[in-house]
């Protein structure tokens, strides 16, 4: 996450909700990840936080009106217009989305929304009625039309006591929102990218099950990644501890079995399938309705393949699409991994060491090959995920752009 913000200047308007609070939160996470960040207040805002605490967390002046401390002659929001990398507005009322969406310029943040060209992400925390109202509701699908980008709001116990839609969403999800908003390459906008991820849990009785180390990190990554370059993300995730994007469309599967009938369901509306997921291999042959009891005995437990999802997709493949597969290898990486990309019909795999020191499976990092069908294979060495997913994004870009033989 860290690369999206560095050197970046992010224009934080906070405006007059009872979250505004939160504002600080989201102001010291974006200066921890390396942004500029500066803060500006509605009059509203400042009768709820103090502008001191913005301050000190961003390390600059926070910007309160047009008019204060002579900054109207310097147009002071024209130049930071211009400045931003990003004008997120957080929390974002009512007011404000419905000033910016009638190009009403009357205060700071009004005026400089309207003046910059740069990307606009509002976080919207308010009222469940007036989150529904149909006024808001015209003027969030107006700003959204003109490109403006949203994020939340959540479901849940609002500031006046009630329940529903209008809270103000996690720090995380408005920093990856944030995030994705700042990335210019919007190379797979309209493009559906199908990901699996994480592990499968294979049930043995009611309370045991085979599983494997994966944490979901990869398809995480993925999904992010693909969501930034403006792609329509679907992933189907096995149990896994990682959060995913919350524009991501997921579908929640504990078996190998049911992974495969989700993507098999999903595979034939996507451009692109990346096989992210540490598929479980075998399955216990019986499921027991009850709890296995202890014995003194060896204990045997016969096993049956689940079915290979990735070959799956490989064997029925739709011209043009762009298959991608993961080989999880301890010794023979790159030599192991092309073995595979043939045998599973792919495009393109992601050779990863596994095992020891470097393993793949539970690491922000990772040892990768990506290996091609026709020459040989990258040798990307010790990478962060995120940055690997970048890299094969990269390349997948340039693959559904080019024309190509038998595609
Ligand atoms: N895969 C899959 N369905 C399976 C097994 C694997 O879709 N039943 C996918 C994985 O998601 C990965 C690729 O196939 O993209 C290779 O997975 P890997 O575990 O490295 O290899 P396997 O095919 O399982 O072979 P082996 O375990 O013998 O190395």
């Known amino acids: 996450m860290k690369r999206c913000f560095s050197g970046k200047t992010v224009v934080l308007g906070v405006t007059g909700s009872i979250a505004a609070y939160k504002a600080c939160e989201v102001a010291s996470r974006l200066v921890e990840c390396g942004a500029a960040v500066i803060p500006a207040l509605t009059e509203s805002a400042c009768k709820l936080i103090g502008p001191a605490t913005l301050e000190a967390i961003t390390g600059r002046r926070a910007i309160l009106g047009l008019w204060e401390r002579g900054t109207a002659s310097d147009m002071e929001h024209i130049a930071m217009a211009r400045q931003a990398d990003l004008f997120l507005v957080a929390p974002a009322t009512a007011n404000i989305i419905a000033k910016a969406a009638n190009g009403i310029a009357d205060d700071w943040i009004s005026t400089t929304l309207l003046a910059t060209r740069a990307p606009v992400l509002f976080a919207p925390a308010m009222n469940t009625n007036m989150y529904l109202h149909p006024a808001t509701r015209d003027n969030i699908a107006r700003l959204r039309r003109r490109g403006a980008l949203f994020v939340g709001p959540g479901k849940g116990r609002l500031a006046c006591g009630?329940?529903?839609?209008?809270?103000?969403?996690?720090?995380?999800?408005?920093l990856e929102a944030a995030?994705?908003?700042l990335n210019p390459h919007k190379d797979l906008f309209g493009r559906t990218i199908l990901i699996t991820s994480g592990a499968n849990h294979e049930p043995l009785d009611p309370v045991r099950y085979i599983g494997n180390r994966s944490t979901g990190r990869m398809g995480r990554a993925f999904a992010m990644a693909a969501l930034s370059r403006g792609a329509r993300v679907w992933v189907v995730r096995g149990p896994s501890t990682e959060?995913?994007?919350?524009?991501?469309?997921?579908?929640?599967v504990q078996t190998a079995r049911e992974m495969y009938d989700a993507v098999m369901e999903l595979v034939p509306r996507a451009d692109v399938f990346i096989a992210a997921a540490a598929v479980a291999d075998y399955?216990?042959?019986?499921?027991?309705i009850s709890k296995i009891k202890r014995g003194t005995d060896a204990f045997t437990l016969p096993l049956v393949p689940n079915p290979d999802i990735a070959a799956a997709v490989g064997g029925s493949r739709r011209p043009g699409q762009v298959l991608v597969g993961f080989a999880a290898e301890t010794e023979n990486v790159p030599a192991n991994g092309a073995a595979k990309l043939r045998a599973k019909n792919l495009d393109l795999l992601i050779a990863n060491r596994v095992g020891g020191a470097r393993s793949a499976i539970g690491s922000d990092d990772c040892e990768a090959w990506l290996v091609h069908r026709e020459r040989e294979p990258d040798a990307y060495g010790v990478i962060p995920k995120t940055v690997l997913a970048d890299r094969v994004l990269s390349e997948i870009a340039r693959m559904l752009s080019a024309p190509r033989p038998g595609a």
């Open 162 to 174: 009630t329940e529903g839609e209008g809270r103000l969403v996690e720090t995380d999800t408005i």
């Open 283 to 288: 399955r216990p042959e019986t499921t027991h």
């Open 243 to 252: 959060p995913l994007p919350a524009a991501a469309q997921v579908t929640d």
């Open 179 to 181: 995030a994705m908003a």
